[in-house]
T-cell receptor
Framework: AQRVTQPEKLLSVFKGAPVELKCNYS??????LFWYVQYSRQRLQLLLRHISRESIKGFTADLNKGETSFHLKKPFAQEEDSAMYYCALSGPHSSASKIIFGSGTRLSIRP | NAGVTQTPKFRVLKTGQSMTLLCAQDMNHEYMYWYRQDPGMGLRLIHY???????AKGEVPDGYNVSRLKKQNFLLGLESAAPSQTSVYFC???????????FGDGTRLSIL
């Protein structure tokens, strides 16, 4: 079965510290992986996708097919990074035209 | 270009009442989705549509109905609201299958 697992419901780090939000997936095939972010009082929005291989707001994520992971990383956290982060997966086998979301991780950056 | 617009933003219902949530997108997207967001459970797909006149069930469709009479609109209906349907509802759209989704601001619905 297709599944996205975000093991941490809450992650709290100090400003300037490195951040890693974990995401593991289960999928039979080659999925597309995404990270979505929801800042306070804002709509959910795409942060990055693995095929773009780009860094957005200092965040990067590498798809590790061997470990079936797509962890989100940032070397130095900033207070404005505090938000809810969702890892998501889509692919031809993900039950017809939909993206599967993880349960989300709330990132809190302490000053 | 407003993107995805959801109305209403807030609503309180009594058990057994019915209501319709409206989602409108102005990006000419084929695909539209309704999710509910609950604490600790992330986003769960209720229903989705791959084009005008089509709808399909998602992960948690029970108690909801949808319609896509026009390409730009996707309606979510609650026939007889139950307290378990208290949630934040998000609509999203995408241009193609597997493409990133664009989300609305959400509708906070409370069922008493």
């Amino acid at each position: 079965a297709q599944r996205v697992t975000q093991p941490e419901k809450l992650l709290s780090v100090f400003k300037g510290a490195p951040v890693e939000l974990k995401c593991n997936y289960s999928y039979s095939g080659s999925p597309e992986l995404f990270w979505y972010v929801q800042y306070s009082r804002q709509r959910l929005q795409l942060l990055l996708r693995h095929i773009s291989r780009e860094s957005i707001k200092g965040f990067t994520a590498d798809l590790n097919k061997g470990e079936t992971s797509f962890h989100l990383k940032k070397p130095f956290a900033q207070e404005e990074d505090s938000a809810m982060y969702y890892c998501a997966l889509s692919g031809p086998h993900s039950s017809a035209s939909k993206i599967i979301f993880g349960s989300g991780t709330r990132l809190s950056i302490r000053p | 270009n407003a993107g995805v617009t959801q109305t209403p933003k807030f609503r309180v219902l009594k058990t057994g009442q019915s209501m319709t949530l409206l989602c409108a997108q102005d990006m000419n997207h084929e695909y539209m989705y309704w999710y509910r967001q609950d604490p600790g459970m992330g986003l769960r797909l209720i229903h989705y549509s791959v084009g005008e006149g089509t709808t399909a069930k998602g992960e948690v469709p029970d108690g909801y109905n949808v319609s896509r009479l026009k390409k730009q609109n996707f309606l979510l209906g609650l026939e007889s609201a139950a307290p378990s349907q208290t949630s934040v509802y998000f609509c999203a759209s995408s241009y193609e299958e597997l493409q990133p989704q664009h989300f609305g601001d959400g509708t906070r619905l409370s069922i008493l």
